[in-house]
């Protein structure tokens, strides 16, 4: 952003500000002169930090966050509407419903409810109820297309939320802090830029000055959501490449895998060689059993030379017989005793005749 930048501003109004006893002293970085009782906004701070904002935003979108705006003036209900349309973020025109941000889990309940209204429509369910009950549904279904319309693609907290005016959606802002979520805000010379992550000078009651403002923004949001998608096509290619080659790698490897089969094939040909080789081993082997044969041959004999030992101790052992046969010897000493004893008891008798 140049010169053109700033001129387009001007003409927009950008750099007009309010009177000079309603200007808040915080906003003094950002006044450039005072001209009639009004402060004039410096425009080339304001092409600063629009380009900061931007890209600020970029990120945002390009991360796949939503971006919330709000805008309750008359002057700034239609022009927020249609730029948030066109980059299809949500936003909020009407009355700023409490706990829109710190109790959001109710707000979603709320969306949801509009949704089954919608659904019965569609099932026609609808259609079988009584006609006081289509009358409360079609209020109910009104009222919460008017307040909570612009926000039912927004399933989550908001990565950011742009308001154009602060102190009239001072609500806003202070949920916003409450839960951390980045502010960006138009702030004109009659507010107080602290507290706002991301303050861009500027006229907030001017319609042309809040659809210059918010062009850029929308251009930068948008580039953002390119970005993002550019990156899924990308992935999407990516992953269809990634397919391609991995059902073309099996054959490859069935090719690569068949090849190593005949190389196996070529290189079990030398194990048959050297079986053939090793065949003379075995014959080298059968010529040595003789060697063997002599060795059980010793062992033969000597197991023939040991023979006649035993034959020995076996020649020895009729001797124990012969001890046993020695014992009819001993009968018969026994038996020639009792002879004996009776040739004295004879004796004795014929001597005592």
Not at 76 to 104: H, Q
Not at 156 to 182: H, M, S, T, Y
Not at 265 to 276: G, S, Y
């Amino acid at each position: 952003m140049g010169k053109e930048q700033v001129s387009e501003l001007i003409k927009a109004g950008v750099h007009f500000g309010h009177l000079t006893r309603k200007w808040n002293p915080n906003m003094s970085p950002y006044i450039y002169m005072e001209r009639n009782g009004i402060h004039i906004i410096n425009l080339y701070k304001t092409v600063a930090k629009l380009e900061e904002a931007s890209n600020a935003l970029k990120k945002i979108a390009s991360s796949g966050r939503k971006i919330l705006f709000v805008a309750t003036k008359k002057q700034a209900k239609d022009i927020v509407s249609e730029s948030s349309k066109k980059i299809n973020m949500p936003y909020i025109t009407e009355r700023w419903p409490g706990g829109m941000l710190t109790n959001f889990v109710t707000i979603r309940k709320a969306v949801k409810k509009m949704s089954s209204i919608d659904r019965m429509k569609q099932d026609g369910t609808f259609n079988s109820l009584s006609k006081k009950e289509k009358l409360q549904i079609g209020r109910l279904r009104e009222k919460l297309e008017k307040n909570l319309g612009s926000i039912s693609n927004m399933t989550r907290l908001p990565g950011a939320i742009f308001i154009v005016d602060i102190l009239r959606e001072k609500i806003a802002v202070k949920e916003a802090q409450k839960l951390n979520i980045p502010i960006f805000a138009m702030v004109d010379t009659n507010s107080d830029p602290r507290g706002i992550d991301y303050v861009i000078p500027a006229n907030d009651d001017a319609s042309k000055s809040i659809s210059k403002i918010l062009e850029h923004v929308g251009s930068a949001i948008q580039e953002g959501l390119e970005e993002r998608n550019s990156g899924k096509d990308k992935e999407e290619t990516q992953d269809k490449e990634a397919e391609t080659v991995v059902e073309e790698t099996p054959v490859e490897e069935a090719v690569a895998e068949e090849a190593p089969a005949e190389e196996t094939v070529v290189e079990e040909t030398p194990v048959e060689e050297a079986v053939a080789e090793e065949a003379p081993a075995e014959e080298t082997v059968v010529e040595e059993t003789p060697v063997e044969e002599a060795v059980a041959e010793e062992a033969e004999e000597t197991v023939v030379e040991e023979t006649p030992v035993e034959e020995a101790v076996a020649e020895e052992a009729p001797a124990e017989e012969t001890v046993v046969e020695e014992t009819p010897v001993e009968e018969a000493v026994a038996e020639e005793a009792p002879a004996e004893e009776k040739e004295t008891k004879k004796k004795s008798k014929k001597a005592k005749k």
